[in-house]
């Protein structure tokens, strides 16, 4: 049907130069081959903070469980599922895969709980905010580095397009159809999740992919550790009939997505909007608003949501106790308590050293030519690294470094 192809950002675009367009210049190779956007893709895909969702919650934190979907999964079905729409109606796949498989790298340990927590501390101690969205642009253009030819140190610089989807892929509202805004905006200043619409149809595209990416994951490990009940399930299953006759052994995530893609991609046009039918849009609805009440909300997930807590205020505590407005001192409490906390102080003091004024000494253009972000003798921006750090951390991570704090 490629209904969509006139919309498509390819060089005839209207959009094009200001989709291509990089806050900095991205040195070109003589034998490259990539495109821009795939470019912007592979340098997500080499990404720390991307390697890290592996081990980040999608709602069941921490799991030891190999069935459970973490993070990680989630970005590959939402890559996947942008894939085929984009296929179908006709859009560039390579944007909308660099912007599915970067979307969710600025996501806290602990998943949206983790993401609440690290937002009140923000609010609390230096008047900030923190919202992934904006963190996954904070991480692309400031904190995710890869080295080059020489072995230093750059930060991303990805395109305006992928950075523009990033920041405005909330699937968090129940939006019927989507339509790209027309105009680009400073994207740094940006105040809210959903303050804008994506700039592209590929950026819509991943923004409804990422809901229809997860609610039905959600079910299925629920259903797995037995959080739902019979008369839960039956709740469910009166859900879906209006849109599918369904039983519970075909209750699964490859079902609900093919069905969900399929009339997205026959309801969508150009003139009317991205989104589903009237019967699959209430159904989307009914399934999210079922997932709060009995899943995302269930009583199982309050201790360790508390544990949460604990860990992410454990550790700004511990490292914010440490703050001088001397530079000279500040460095000597940071060695003091590495003897106390290893491993703590030391991946601290290096986020430090590279996005910091804190030892520039230690800071040598051979290594690094990333942006310098903190002013660390000022107690707000010391405050903002701690929880850049922290939201940095994987699960594990996170609660290995609680285990080290509160170990004798």
């Not at 999608?58 to 939402?78: K, L, M, P, S, Y």
């Not at 395109?159 to 699937?171: K, M, N, Q």
């Not at 500040?330 to 991946?347: A, G």
């Not at 050293?353 to 051979?366: D, G």
Request: aromatic share 12%; proline share 3%.
């Amino acid at each position: 049907m490629k209904l969509f192809i006139d919309e498509s950002i390819t060089p005839e675009s209207q959009k094009w130069e200001k989709c291509i367009e990089r806050e900095a210049i991205l040195i070109d190779r003589p034998d490259e081959i990539r495109s821009m956007f795939w470019r912007d893709y592979n340098r997500l895909l080499h990404s720390k903070a991307y390697r890290r969702l592996k081990h980040k919650t999608q709602v069941f934190q921490a799991t030891q469980n190999d069935d459970i979907c973490t993070r990680i999964e989630h970005v590959g079905h939402v890559s996947s599922v942008s894939y085929t729409i984009c296929d179908y109606l006709g859009l560039n796949k390579e944007l909308a895969q660099a912007i599915a498989i970067g979307h969710d790298i600025g996501n806290a340990p602990f998943g949206h709980d983790g993401e609440y927590i690290l937002a009140h501390l923000a609010k609390k101690y230096y008047g900030g905010t923190f919202w992934h969205e904006k963190n996954s642009l904070h991480f692309a253009d400031d904190i995710e580095t890869l080295a080059n030819s020489t072995g230093i140190k750059q930060n991303l610089k990805l395109t305006y397009a992928v950075r523009d989807g990033l920041i405005s892929h909330c699937g968090e509202v129940n939006e019927k159809v989507i339509f790209p805004r027309k105009e680009a905006v400073d994207l740094r200043v940006i105040t809210s999740p959903n303050e804008f619409a994506p700039y592209t149809w590929e950026a819509c595209v991943v923004k409804i992919a990422d809901k229809i990416s997860y609610l039905g994951r959600d079910i299925e490990d629920a259903l797995q550790l037995n959080i739902l009940n019979s008369n839960q399930i039956e709740e469910l299953l009166s859900i879906l009939k209006p849109i599918s006759n369904i039983t519970f052994e075909e209750i699964n995530n490859t079902v609900l997505i093919h069905n969900f893609i399929i009339d997205l991609c026959h309801f969508s046009s150009p003139k009317t909007g991205l989104g589903l039918s009237e019967p699959y849009f209430q159904a989307l609805t009914r399934i999210k608003n079922f997932n709060y009440k009995h899943i995302y909300l269930h009583p199982r997930l309050n201790n360790y949501n508390r544990y949460a807590e604990l860990v992410l205020t454990s550790i700004f505590e511990t490292l914010d106790q440490l703050f001088n407005t001397d530079s000279d001192k500040l460095l000597k409490e940071i060695s003091l308590n590495k003897k106390q906390y290893p491993m703590l102080i030391e991946h601290f003091e290096n986020w430090l050293i590279k996005y910091s004024n804190f030892a520039p000494h230690l800071r040598t253009s051979e290594k690094y030519q990333n942006n310098i972000i903190y002013t660390v003798t000022k107690n707000s921006d010391y405050r903002k690294a701690i929880v850049d750090f922290t939201s940095s951390l994987s699960d594990n991570y996170a609660i290995q470094m609680y285990q080290e704090i509160i170990r004798f």
